[in-house]
């Protein structure tokens, strides 16, 4: 019982796993901070099947006999709060829900008047407000018709902790005895501590009602032994196992409203092999990034900057070993992605209408320190665009195209959403929405490059390059120097026919073949007219250069690609939004 | 002996853990011990009546019982308009309409299961075996691919169901083993304690968990491979040894 790793099974396949290992975490690292002098660490490492919790050094039985108490959340107080809650527990154990309530609107009013910056640093909420506001969302503490207080199942939660704090030893070995080795046996140790209680004369209850905050999976609901009967109900487990889930919600936990509705979703992170110290590091700096958005907007919002943090924090080498450990691997080594818990409103309550996972970006390898920088300038660019795509007027499934490339790997959909994008990047020209960009070629080349090697010879084919830049310089450069000031037609709905016919080599070619065709033929026509050639002629070489990649890869990637630089700006290009640096050209 | 079956699914599977209720209902990946001893014991009653159900329980029991999983497994994440009882006092009808969260996998691959019968049962399960068309959840249809095979070896790609169990104040079931990379699930079985009776849903008797259903963690050999807002895709991790 006394050793230097613990864990915690994977039961339920939610984040109250995730929460339980956090809590377990935690409890242990500050059972270390009194004990251990100098440098101390507990790590959370995923094993498969459960989470194991790592410690620098060994627990012993003598700091576990020894322990001092420790309260490890706050008790959330409100008008309705019983005053013994109040004189028992110390002041720094005790929120101010509604003092903090008013300081975040505050925070929120500032922010809309666009005050300065220092005025906005002094009124920041508090970091856990978000957290607070996602428990006060299940009802805090009220009184009954007879003015008997009630606490809510969370501050129960915190108040018999606390109460509990001479028999703080006996709570922590029974932890330990349950954690100690993998498939604990809850009901055992729960009748243990049980009768331990009983010795010691202490009258208390072992169980605590799951609360759907912890468990999504298992708010009250239809839950019976025999199918011969249906109660409402809720579920019952052992209570220190539900006060570890509240306190490692606090330590992986991100809720957030959906915006424009009243309902809620909840991000948990899920560490692959994370030392508690830096997650807690880049937790604050992610949860400062993150604001409330669109459902699925906010999905890939979320995975974007949780990445972006993680690789500041690397990179600002806080961490020399971090940066260490990071070579050869990516973040989501680090952590897998995030337990995501759709909460729907139906008026007072809410139901929870999603369970997912969304996966960190896994296509990023850092060898060296550049990358970090290479990665995060891709991150930007994706982020940037993301943002501007608005996912009530129509940009729906184009972000989620970008959610399932982004969390569930698939290219496929990294395709269809920019072969999607590029008209919705023309419509946006043509309303003169210059905010929104396209993809740069050489952050697309990267990402392609370092993920999905094998397309490489593609990219670097010159074939595939001119005529990509001949895709370009029909679309989007024209459309960004303005229709009347354009010697060259727009070619809408280019990249839709080349997607359509991408489907059979034969037809791909064709359709390919008309367009270069015609593309030759306009160069030659404005030559004519103006004297001035605008931009290369495709030569015969391309064409056999794309001839050969679609009979080697098949027409669906040659055009997947195609589509996706074509419609791409390259940086070394100048002037696609000023007219006065078009090149004048000669064949 | 084992008794193999091999069936193939051919609807998509949905089994709610008995850790979940029906509020958010995350489903299992594959039939839990419960659910295919109910299944034999349902096909018993239908196919020779109640008295040979009765008598068939026992030895159903009994059973051990081994799964060698499908290849992959893809859960789908819904919700689902349900119906609830209501929670209001005067109300017109007894249900409420409300939503739910409901996931539903699909297993790629065939799943089989083996048995451990006493040989004068052999014949007699693999009759019930035939006759079983779902699993679970009615409406988690299984097709039985062909005729049950009988081998004296359990194959190593079979995982037993027998996980460690406490009974009252007794552990049941397997040792605790080495553990290898996998999932666990917690799945439901038949408690020495159950009876025809209890399990009888036309008595009043009831089921206490614990006891008459204990739950077993299962770890089953898979991981998650990709998953995003609306799917988890799970693939098989090779078998130890």
């Known amino acids: 019982m006394y050793q230097d790793a613990y864990y915690v099974d994977k039961r339920t396949g939610t984040f109250g796993d995730v929460f339980l290992a956090y809590g377990l975490a935690t409890l242990l690292d500050s059972v270390l901070a009194s004990f251990v002098e100098g440098d101390h660490w507990v790590r959370i490492r995923d ?150 209680m009983k010795e010691l004369g202490v009258k208390v209850k072992s169980d605590a009602t799951l609360l759907q905050l912890f468990n999504p999976s298992q708010g009250k609901g239809l839950n019976e032994p025999k199918a011969s009967r249906l109660e409402m109900g809720n579920i019952k487990s052992f209570w220190l196992l539900e006060y570890l889930k509240a306190v490692g919600m606090y330590h992986c936990a991100v809720p957030r409203r959906v915006q424009g509705t009243d309902d809620r979703k909840t991000y948990a992170l899920a560490p692959v092999n994370m030392r508690l110290g830096i997650n807690d590091a880049v937790l604050a700096a992610f949860q400062d990034a993150l604001w409330n958005d669109t459902a699925v907007r906010m999905d890939i919002l979320a995975a974007l900057r949780y990445t972006t943090c993680f690789l500041d924090y690397c990179q600002a080498a806080k961490e020399a070993d971090l940066m260490a450990e990071l070579f050869g691997q990516g973040p989501e080594d680090f952590v897998a992605g995030m337990h995501v818990t759709y909460y729907k409103s139906l008026g007072q309550a809410s139901a929870v209408m999603n369970l997912s996972f ?90 392609i490059m370092k993920s999905n090697e094998p397309l490489a010879p593609i990219l670097e084919s010159p074939g595939f390059r001119n005529i990509a830049e001949a895709i370009r310089r029909s679309t989007i450069t024209p459309q960004y120097r303005g229709r009347s000031k354009s010697e060259y037609d727009i070619r809408y709905g280019l990249g839709q026919e080349l997607k359509r016919k991408s489907l059979y080599n034969d037809e791909f070619i064709v359709a390919l073949g008309d367009f270069m065709q015609s593309y030759n033929a306009e160069n030659a026509r404005v030559y004519e007219k103006t004297g001035k050639q605008y931009r290369r002629n495709i030569l015969t070489t391309d064409v056999e250069d794309v001839v050969r990649l679609v009979d080697k890869y098949g027409a669906t990637t040659v055009g997947n690609l195609l589509i996706a630089f074509g419609y791409a700006r390259d940086p070394r290009e100048e002037g696609l939004a000023s007219d006065q640096t078009v090149r004048e050209l000669t064949n | 002996m084992w008794l193999i079956a091999e069936y193939q699914s051919v609807t998509l599977f949905s089994f709610r853990s008995g850790l979940a209720t029906t509020s958010a209902a995350k489903t299992l990946f594959l039939p839990t011990p419960f659910a295919i001893r109910t299944a034999l014991l349902d096909a018993a009653i239908r196919t020779n009546g109640r008295a040979a159900g009765q008598a068939a329980f026992e030895w159903i029991k009994g059973l051990s019982i081994a799964i060698c999983p499908p290849e992959r497994v893809v859960v789908t994440n819904l919700f689902a308009k349900i119906l609830k009882p209501t929670r209001k006092e005067e109300a017109e009808s007894a249900m409420d309409r409300t939503i739910a969260f409901r996931e539903y996998a699909q297993l790629v691959g065939s799943m089989a299961l083996a048995f451990s019968p006493a040989e004068e049962r052999a014949d007699e399960l693999r009759h019930l075996l035939s006759q079983v068309n779902y699993f679970g959840k009615r409406g988690s249809l299984f097709q039985l691919l062909k005729s049950p095979i009988e081998v004296e070896e359990l194959p190593k790609a079979f995982v037993c169901m027998d996980g460690t169990y406490l009974q009252g104040i007794q552990v049941n079931g397997e040792e605790k083993r080495h553990f290898v990379l996998g999932l666990i699930q917690m799945m439901d079985d038949w408690g020495k304690t159950l009876t025809f009776s209890k399990v009888n849903i036309y008595t009043d008797e009831k089921i206490v968990l614990g006891k008459d259903r204990v739950r077993k963690g299962i770890l089953l050999p898979y991981r998650l491979v990709r998953s995003s807002k609306g799917f988890s895709h799970y693939e098989q991790l090779p078998m130890p040894g």
């Open chain 1, 47 to 196: 094993d498969g099947a459960y989470y194991a919790i790592e410690l620098s050094h060994p627990l012993q039985k003598e700091w576990v006999d020894k322990a001092p108490f420790q309260a490890l959340v706050p008790y959330l107080k409100n008008d309705a709060t019983d005053p013994r809650v109040t004189q028992t527990i110390p002041s720094n154990g005790i929120v101010d829900y509604e003092a903090e309530r008013e300081r975040y609107q505050q925070y929120r009013q500032a922010v809309k008047q666009k005050a300065p910056t220092e005025t906005l640093a002094q009124q920041k909420p508090h970091p856990d407000f978000q957290v607070w506001d996602w428990i006060r969302s299940e009802r805090l503490d009220y009184k009954k018709k007879g003015g008997q207080y009630v606490r809510c199942p969370y501050n129960d939660l915190v108040w018999r902790w606390q109460s509990l704090d001479p028999y703080f030893a006996e709570n922590l070995r029974h932890i330990l005895m349950l954690c100690a080795a993998p498939d604990g046996d809850v009901e055992a140790v729960e009748t243990a501590w049980r009768k331990r």
């Open chain 1, 358 to 447: 969304i996966e960190l970006p896994r296509w990023m390898r850092v060898e060296s320190p550049n990358d970090v920088i290479l990665y995060k300038e891709v991150i930007e660019e994706h982020e940037n665009i993301i943002r501007n795509i608005d996912e009530d007027k129509g940009g729906y499934d184009l972000l989620v195209y970008y959610r399932d490339f982004l969390s569930g790997g698939k290219w496929k959909a990294f395709f269809d959403f920019t072969a999607d994008y590029g008209p919705f990047l023309m419509r946006e020209l043509d309303r003169e929405h210059h905010w929104v960009r396209p993809f740069t070629t050489k952050n697309l080349e990267v990402l």
